[in-house]
């Protein structure tokens, strides 16, 4: 939290505090990492402060490349809203609705004039622009780098502007952002935010938690998703996941029980107790007693012989895509009535009827019309 000692004082001013978070709306889903920073304004919430989400409308148009080596891409405004209202119903896991302020920040940069604009780019240099570690890696390497791009950061901090934060939560790799945001606040005459920064979570394969990396568990995926998802935790993570999803520190004892324990809270929270309990019991008879569940969903084979699996796996049993379904495949991931397949397009016959696995937790019966 920076500066030292500024949330005491701004705390001592005996009134409701102005926590804000910028959220990302490129992709549709809430990850569990995305939740960290809304426990923190939960928290906030609870002691009576008033959270402040800004749905990045209009910025999402110039789209923000933090710790990234490109531009992110632009969405449609109907895509833009479709996921902000996605965000905001699975954000309501964590955050209390009655104590927070959805603004969208098209409200005020729409209506700033050239000259506004003008007067905003006075605030910093290029150097102090390029002084962000991806923009500064980017420009090392020739990366090009769009002056919308470099006017983004000067966005944000506006918003701080326009909602007279007092907090800003964001990840690390925000940090620069956050600290624009002061600087900015400053300029217009209102007293700068402190800025607050959480670490990102670290998922089963050693990378930070992404929607994109397909690394995640959503905060209102299946139950039985993120039960199975969230016992795939190796032991070294278990200390990270404890002290940032559960915010406590993780039992002594057996992992296994660590983790069980863990998966049934992400559940829980999302889905309630009911929920939790059905998803522990759906683990232990598919995951660790390899045996199927006792649901198995039908599903009817597509036209034509032979039977393309990657297009079936994708369209009936929830995979990403074909490709993703392919990958299974030449992992050994899919069998088809307890044996692996390794072909990508399987005669019809062998398909009527069978028990078909992929992964874990997936099951179909694939049925012929």
């Known amino acids: 939290m920076l500066p030292a000692g500024e949330l005491e004082r701004k705390l001592a001013q005996g009134r409701p505090l102005r926590v804000k978070l910028g959220i990302d709306v ?13 426990q923190r304004m939960a928290a906030f919430q609870r002691e009576g402060h008033t959270g402040v989400l800004i749905v990045g409308d209009y910025t999402t148009r110039i789209g923000d490349p933090s710790g990234r080596s490109a531009t992110r891409p632009v969405l449609s405004d109907e895509e833009i809203d479709a996921n902000a209202q996605r965000f905001l119903e699975q954000a309501s896991t964590i955050i209390d609705p009655e104590r927070t302020e959805v603004r969208f920040n098209g409200e005020w940069l729409a209506k700033l ?3 506004e604009v003008l007067r905003l780019t006075r605030i910093a240099t290029v150097a102090r622009l390029l002084e962000r570690d991806d923009f500064s890696k980017r420009f090392a ?10 006017l983004y950061p000067l966005m944000q901090a506006y918003d701080s502007v326009a909602v007279e934060a007092d907090v800003e939560l964001g990840g690390t790799d925000q940090l620069y952002n956050l600290l624009m945001g002061r600087e900015v606040m400053q300029a217009y005459g209102l007293e700068p935010q402190l800025a607050l920064t959480v670490e990102y979570l670290v998922a089963w394969d050693g990378l930070g938690m992404s929607a994109s990396r397909g690394n995640y568990i959503g905060l209102k995926e299946a139950p039985e998703e993120q039960f199975g998802k969230a016992m795939r935790i190796p032991d070294s993570l278990l200390d990270q996941w404890y002290r940032l999803v559960m915010e406590q520190p993780p039992p002594e004892g057996d992992p296994l029980e660590a983790k069980l324990a863990l998966a049934r809270y992400i559940v829980t929270r999302a889905h309630g107790d009911e929920a939790a309990a059905r998803a522990e019991e759906h683990f232990t008879r598919v995951v660790r007693e390899r045996q199927a569940p006792d649901d198995v969903p039908d599903v009817q084979l597509p036209d034509g012989d032979p039977v393309h699996l990657p297009a079936l796996l994708a369209e009936s049993l929830g995979i990403g895509s074909t490709s993703e379904a392919r990958r299974l495949i030449a992992q050994g991931g899919v069998r088809v009535n307890g044996e692996v397949v390794s072909e990508v397009d399987v005669p019809r016959a062998d398909l009527a009827g069978a028990l078909v696995q992929a992964g874990k937790r997936r099951f179909a019966r694939l049925t012929a019309p």
């Open 26 to 38: 490129t992709a549709p889903d809430v990850t569990l990492g995305n939740g960290i920073p809304l």
């Open 113 to 115: 004039d050239f000259a």
């Open 141 to 150: 390497a020739g990366t090009p780098i769009s002056v919308s791009e470099l």
